[in-house]
């Protein structure tokens, strides 16, 4: 079976063959989170999809290889526009610290020094590696193992000079008259081929964004910042160009070839990540290594929506995992609904959504722990959860289809009716069924968490049939039913709250 990728470099839909096809390897880059805040839901669509990559790659028999870094460099706001523009940042995150130390509130009660980056970005960086462990996502397991596959640009400040000095050595790159090192950006002929966006369109204004700012200064105005002179920034190293830091493009360049080769298999980012990121990525690494190709295949994500609108901390619609797991949320329910839409259209998250994902759950995990009771039990050759496999693995090769995924398992489930005992038949048993289900979940990595308990294993339906249910008790002035009901969901980890606006439930953090 062959995976066929929508590959955003050729802008086809292409067979995956990896560079080393007969070892079955595949090198695989993640832009990973700066860890300034809690990582929110859109940026775990863009992580899980690429972990749904890799698991089935996995199911395909590859070792996957994969690198994600944890930005621990503060680098600008602006970052995407201009040059070094914007605010840095860990200054952001220092001051969010600063005014939580004055009011007494810092985030979860952890004391950190708002004058300390370094402890800024590792409190961030264990939250986001709880939230990631939480979600399944595979790579935290292997940087137990081996941390560099997580790698801190902090770690790497010496490979970016060094790379900087190849590139102006080399001619790619120059220090303009405001004392900053810029990529000259005509010296690449491929530059726009991942983006459309061409120097050309840059110029005319087409392709967005350049910086007005350092127009003056630039060879050309679409060149882009590799290290920046600045003796004020929270963060900086020492350099031939003067204290400073580096361009946020730099960072993935360097750790990408430094531990996965000159040449990579498989890029991946949200689609914001396109340009500049990306291209920049591209222009760097190319210009350094001399190979044809930096990453052969790009994988990028579509932005996830919240209730049909961009997530913002106004409109009320900004979630991370910790917001949705206080409001009764499972880690398995928020994955599977970060991942169940293709990867290439906008998802849009909703409360229903979720609690539609929940109640899917449910019902593999009944079949699984139905199949797992009668596994020795005979069944017919090629049951249905067997031939649903099949079609699974076809869809995921269809560039990653993962509705028609869970689509073909859930038509084998419905064919399970679980009340019914088995009747004994056929030369194979229900084990062979119960495999297939596991494989399937091997991807999609729900049933998985489900059983890790972890996060807590909390039904949101059950959840809400019993607040219903106390509510009505209430009415009845029923006190000793309603007090029985709370001390029910006591047991399962749900406090409850009566407000003015009814009752609302949080689960209980240990
Ligand atoms: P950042 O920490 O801002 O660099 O973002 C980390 C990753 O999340 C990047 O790959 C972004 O492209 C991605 N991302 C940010 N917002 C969203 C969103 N709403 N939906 C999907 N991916 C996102
Ligand atoms: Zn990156």
New binding site residues.
């Given amino acids: 079976m062959q995976l066929k990728l929508h590959n955003t470099l050729t802008k086809q839909t292409e067979v995956f063959t990896p560079l080393d096809p007969e070892n079955k390897v595949v090198s695989f880059y ?8 809690f ?9 899980l999809n690429a972990d749904v990559l890799r698991r089935s790659l996995e199911l395909l028999g590859y070792k996957v290889n994969q690198v994600m870094n944890i ?1 621990d460099v503060g680098h600008m706001t602006d970052d995407s526009v201009a040059d070094g523009g914007g605010e840095d940042k860990m200054e952001v995150a220092a001051a969010r610290f600063a005014e939580a130390k004055k009011s007494g509130e810092l985030p979860d009660g952890v004391s950190v020094n708002p004058n300390d980056p370094e402890a800024i970005a590792e409190f961030y960086t264990n939250a986001f590696m709880q939230d990631s462990e939480a979600l399944g996502m595979r790579i935290v397991g292997d940087a137990k193992q081996n941390p560099s596959l997580m790698p801190r640009p902090t770690q790497y400040i010496q490979e970016m000079i060094a790379t900087v000095e190849t590139l102006i050595a080399s001619d790619h790159a120059y220090v303009a008259s405001d004392g900053v090192v810029y990529f000259s950006v005509e010296t690449f002929d491929d530059y726009g081929k991942l983006s459309g966006n061409t120097v050309e369109t840059l110029r005319s204004g087409e392709g967005g964004r350049v910086d007005m700012a350092t127009q003056e200064v630039k060879r050309s105005p679409v060149d882009f910042m590799l290290w920046k002179p600045d003796a004020t920034h929270l963060m900086r190293w020492q350099s031939p160009w003067g204290e400073g830091y580096p361009g946020w493009h730099l960072e993935c360049s360097v750790m990408a070839n430094s531990l996965l080769g000159n040449e990579i298999d498989l890029h ?6 396109i340009f500049p990121h990306h291209e920049c990525e591209i222009a760097q690494s190319r210009c350094v290594t001399g190979c044809d190709a930096f990453s052969r295949y790009w994988f ?6 919240v209730d049909g609108s ?2 913002s901390k106004s409109k009320g619609n900004f979630y991370t995992l910790r917001d949705l797991l206080d409001k009764g949320a499972t880690a398995a329910a928020v994955r599977l609904e970060l991942i169940k839409t293709h990867y290439r259209s906008n ?1 849009n998250f909703t409360m229903q959504g979720l609690k539609d994902s929940q109640r899917q759950i449910d019902r593999w995990r009944r079949l699984k722990d139905w199949l797992t009771a009668h596994r020795e039990v005979a069944s017919p050759e090629n049951g249905p959860l067997q031939i649903a496999r099949e079609q699974f693995v076809n869809a995921l090769c269809d560039d990653l289809n993962v509705s028609g995924a869970i689509g073909a398992l859930n038509e084998a489930v419905n064919v399970y009716a679980l009340d019914a005992e088995p009747e004994p038949k056929g030369a194979s048993t229900l084990q062979s069924e119960l495999d297939a289900l596991l494989e399937m979940d091997s991807v999609l990595g729900v049933l998985d968490l489900v059983a890790k308990g972890g996060s807590g294993d909390i039904n949101v339906e059950e959840v809400d049939a019993l607040i219903e249910a106390r509510l009505t008790a209430r009415q009845e002035k029923e006190w000793n039913r309603a007090d029985e009901i709370r001390d029910e969901l006591l047991k399962m980890g749900v406090a409850i709250k009566d407000g003015p606006t009814g009752t609302t439930w949080s689960r209980i953090v240990q």
């Fill in positions: 993640t832009c990973g989170p700066t860890v300034y805040d990582a929110h839901i859109g940026n775990f669509r863009a992580f930005t991946s980012g949200g689609e914001d990540n990028h994500t579509r932005f996830l929506l961009k997530m998802a």
